[in-house]
């Protein structure tokens, strides 16, 4: 008997790991700027009362603000990027924990800013604009606070809600410190008698594996497990969304999802319009289930068939080194100046690579991108990791390009636009892919992952927006958020998403359990978003060449400095409509039916 190990932090060669120098040299470094930081408290109350006194007031107020977000950039990213690598080491946790704590302190003391500059008068701005012309870089800045009136408090309160700030991540925090540190699985077993560690990390790539009893058992032990602490799970999404309803109600909002989408100027009707949309094209969506029941064979489709390729034979080794040279082959469509920056990334460990024991799972890259991003993998030698290494460094250029080209004050993108780049990297690496082979059983291999991107990202991201949204109404109804509720309304959802042909599985009742989007507060319904757009940004890349990668190079470079709907239309889409939406599951129902060809 073989076993497969997850190795300790320490046993991961350095090349495959991330260098968090270009932060900080050492954690005393660190420590200085956390002292530092601590301080700074005292000089940004230091203007309370003045910024509706002068323009150069105001000007200094938004320059020290620039400042801050540099430094608090660097000092909360390397506590993040450290704590990550170990979830378990009490020490980087608790780096973490106080650069959060100095976060906090830093926004509530700038707490009384924004209802000062909301007192300001129109035609005293005015003037200010005209007295001091440093401040029109801020334009933007005060557009998004006074838009914002109704919503606003006293400084009083307004310093309250903030300093509430550390209390209200509490659900988040558990959720991720129980999820990647305390959560523990029994290893699984394969028919060959070859052990299999089972981690968040491992449990999608083993529910790859083409033993169909491993993924059976896979899942049984996975959802049995986490079953066991369905109860505290469901109260710490109980917690977040009673947070989310102080804070919107505190801010006389509707309810959660407006006050959620209003932060990034996104109307309402664009997240029920997804919802809609995605409904009126289910019939794709279930055809697809078929074709995959019919492929692999079975009477019954099971929630753990949805993962293994139906193309027999077909899956291939990538390791990571291959994975980077063919990704860089396929974004050379976006020009040389954008691969010259992917090669960077690669070439000076801007990412973390591999899994190790405790590290967090998924991937993600860093918000930050000064003095440049940094990417988290957990990568795996297969084609799935390598559209998740397109997809992350998509994230970090977007980030590298919005903070080239934005100043301080604009370069932090919406949630709204995060996922276009990210998505548009994977579907130009597909299509490059399908591009190089006329290989039968290769092309259907590439087709069923590419409808797996949309299903997984499409419907199924929007059966989690839907979901989301449900447990918002529940909460703002008085309801509780218990797991039998969960249970039974998500098990619903997933019988409608996946139709008549797929078992739903008892065990799938909790996947609602597993995922840590729902502590993100409406965020995942833009990776449908996201995905719909960037099908058609990719599209009229790949069709008109130069012009639509200048337009969409004028989109990355945007960050915030107008309002995302506005961003997409420079590249050439409205998300305004349900008509990306539509296009992009059109296309999926012609693949599904090209598939069906091929096989």
Do not use: R, V
């Given at each position: 008997m073989s076993s497969h190990t997850i190795p300790k932090r320490s046993e991961v060669p350095q090349a495959y790991t991330w260098n968090l120098k270009d932060l900080f040299d050492s954690d005393e470094s660190w420590l200085s700027e956390y002292e530092a930081i601590r301080a700074l408290p005292e000089k940004i109350s230091a203007?309370?009362?003045?910024?509706?006194?002068?323009?150069?007031?105001?000007?200094?107020?938004?320059r020290l603000?620039?400042?801050l977000d540099l430094r608090l950039g660097r000092f909360f990213g390397y506590a993040s990027c450290k704590s990550d690598e170990d979830t378990g080491n009490n020490y980087y946790q608790d780096l973490r924990g106080k650069a959060m704590s100095a976060y906090v302190g830093i926004?509530?003391?700038a707490a009384f800013s924004t209802p000062e500059i909301m007192a300001i008068p129109e035609e005293t701005l005015n003037r200010f604009y005209a007295q001091e012309p440093a401040l029109e870089t801020y334009r933007r800045n005060l557009y998004q606070i006074r838009r914002r009136a109704a919503h606003i408090l006293s400084p009083e309160c307004e310093m309250l809600l903030a300093s509430a700030g550390e209390m209200a991540n509490g659900p988040d925090d558990i959720g991720r410190t129980f999820r990647n540190a305390d959560l523990k699985f029994p290893p699984v077993t394969d028919k060959q008698g070859v052990v299999h560690p089972l981690t968040n990390g491992s449990f999608v790539s083993l529910l790859e594996s083409t033993d169909a009893d491993l993924r059976k058992d896979v899942f049984e032990t996975y959802y049995n497990s986490l079953g066991?602490?369905?109860?505290?799970i469901a109260a710490t999404l109980d917690a977040q969304f009673k947070q989310l309803r102080f804070f919107a109600g505190a801010r006389k909002y509707e309810n959660t999802l407006a006050a959620s989408l209003d932060a990034t100027e996104v109307p309402v009707p664009v997240y029920l319009n997804l919802i809609e949309a995605v409904h009126n094209n289910l019939d794709k969506m279930y055809r697809y289930v078929s074709l995959r029941k019919k492929m692999l064979g079975v009477q019954q489709l099971h929630m753990y068939d949805v993962y293994t390729p139906i193309v027999a034979d077909a899956a291939q080794e990538i390791p990571f080194e291959q994975a980077k040279q063919t990704v860089l082959e396929a974004l050379g469509v976006l020009g040389s100046d954008y691969v010259a920056m992917l090669r960077e990334g690669f070439e000076n460990r801007w990412i973390d690579v591999y899994e190790n024991v405790g590290k967090r799972s998924g991937a993600y890259s860093s918000g930050s991108s000064r003095p440049h991003p940094y990417v988290l993998l957990n990568h795996k030698d297969?084609?799935?990791?390598?559209?998740?290494?397109?997809?992350?460094?998509?994230?970090?250029?977007h980030s590298y390009h919005s903070c080239k080209y934005q100043p301080v004050n604009t370069s932090d993108y919406v949630i709204f636009v995060a996922e276009v780049a990210s998505t548009c990297n994977e579907i130009l690496l597909m299509r490059h892919l399908l591009g190089k082979t006329q290989d039968k059983k290769q092309r259907a291999y590439l087709i069923n992952h590419f409808l797996d991107q949309f299903k997984g990202t499409v419907y199924r991201q929007t059966m989690f927006a839907e979901f989301e949204l449900e447990m918002g109404r529940m909460s703002e109804r008085?309801?509780?958020l218990t797991a039998d509720a969960l249970c039974a309304k998500y098990h619903a959802l997933n019988k409608l998403y996946f139709g008549p042909d797929m078992v739903s599985d008892d065990g799938i009742a909790l996947e609602w359990a597993r995922i840590p989007h729902f502590f993100y507060n409406y965020y995942v319904f833009q990776y449908a978003t996201g995905f719909s757009a960037a099908v058609a940004i990719a599209e009229r890349i790949l069709k008109e060449g130069e012009p639509a990668v200048r337009d969409y190079k004028r989109f990355l470079s945007g960050g915030c400095?107008?309002?995302?709907?506005?961003l997409l239309k420079i590249a050439g889409v409205d998300m305004s409509t349900p008509d990306p939406i539509n296009a992009a599951l059109k296309l999926f129902g012609e693949l599904v039916e090209e598939m069906e060809a091929l096989c």
């Open positions: 203007f309370a009362g003045t910024l509706g006194q002068s323009a150069q007031n105001l000007l200094a107020f938004f603000q620039d400042e926004s509530s003391a066991q602490y369905k109860n505290t297969n084609l799935d990791s390598m559209f998740t290494l397109a997809h992350e460094m998509g994230h970090a250029l008085g309801e509780s400095s107008t309002d995302p709907i506005s």
